[in-house]
């Protein structure tokens, strides 16, 4: 498992992360947020009579992030339907996150997680969920797949990173207030049924390695994140896919060939059978992974297939800010012309 899996399996859990971990904190936000601008990665996909705009997002963000290009807002302001991973804001998505962690994210009565683990990898856990000041008596009781996610979550709040800042949630919300047609590729139930379903041996191995390479996996959530804002597919794809494809290629099947080629048979169908619009919001990973992303299946079924955003026509990789993507920048250009991106 590379430094970065810990991010490819997390941020793919888009109502694990909009709902949180159970027990993840809240970080207090900072008085004043640096200013980030992002483009994110964005493909165009047509026939004859429809237009479909894939955008690659982000599950937990910081707060005050821009990421709202000319192209994105265009996208869904456009479009008839709105496609999303599953409806995280739903009424119910909370209750049944919980009751499913509840029966399916802790050990038998009296089952410890300290038990499963040598010496070594115990202590460990026990150092990070120190350092991310979770209650090790929480932890000690689940089942790895949940410590797993936990332990990754916490972190990425720890980092500034709100859950309720996610690119899914607001466009959600948006989405929803604009009226617009919403459909929704997964259940929660589905979503989180990609963990608690694992085989006990890969459950624990999740786990182990994450705790042995905690401090690699952590440093490597930052150009991770970056290399999602500045639109670099390639980047995404080597952080988030490769270490999958190569070393736990069953978690890569489950995780995203499976999920991958049922989304593009649902857009293909709507593709075919009616016109149109629409937009399709899922995690970036889905849309990087080479020849089993989104963007390649539905290529592969004949439909034209194009990277889009804020400089169409440009080379794979394009989303690169056109203005200031900093404070500093921002402050030396404030006289000058807003470049047009």
Known sequence: MSRTMIWSAAAMIAAFAATGAATAQEAAPSAEPPVQLATPPMWRIADADSEFILLGTFHILPPGLNWRTDSLNHALASAGTVYFEID??????????????????????????TAMLDD??????????????????????????F????????????QGFAPGAGLDTILLSEARGLGKELVFFESIEEQL??????????????????????ENQTAAFAPLYDAWRTGDVDAIDVMMNDAMRDQAPEVYERLMVHRNKAWAETLAKALDEGSGAALVAVGAGHLTSGADSVPALLAAKGYEVSRYGDRAGAAA??????????????????????PTP
């Open 317 to 338: 990789n394009d989303n690169v800010p056109t203005y200031p993507t900093s404070i500093d920048a921002i402050l030396e250009t404030e006289a000058e012309p807003t």
């Open 193 to 214: 049924a990609l963990f608690t379903d694992l085989p006990p041996e890969t459950e624990k191995a999740l786990l182990v390695l994450t705790l042995r390479d905690w």
């Open 88 to 113: 995280s804001a739903a009424p119910d998505t909370q209750a049944i996150a919980t009751r499913v962690t509840m029966l399916e994210g802790y050990n038998p009565q009296g089952a410890l997680l």
């Open 147 to 158: 410590a797993f996610l936990t332990l990754s979550v916490q972190f990425i709040v720890d």
């Open 120 to 145: 070594v990898d115990a202590q460990k856990l026990r150092d990070i969920s120190s350092d991310l000041d979770l209650p090790f008596a929480a932890i000690d009781p689940m089942r790895p797949w």
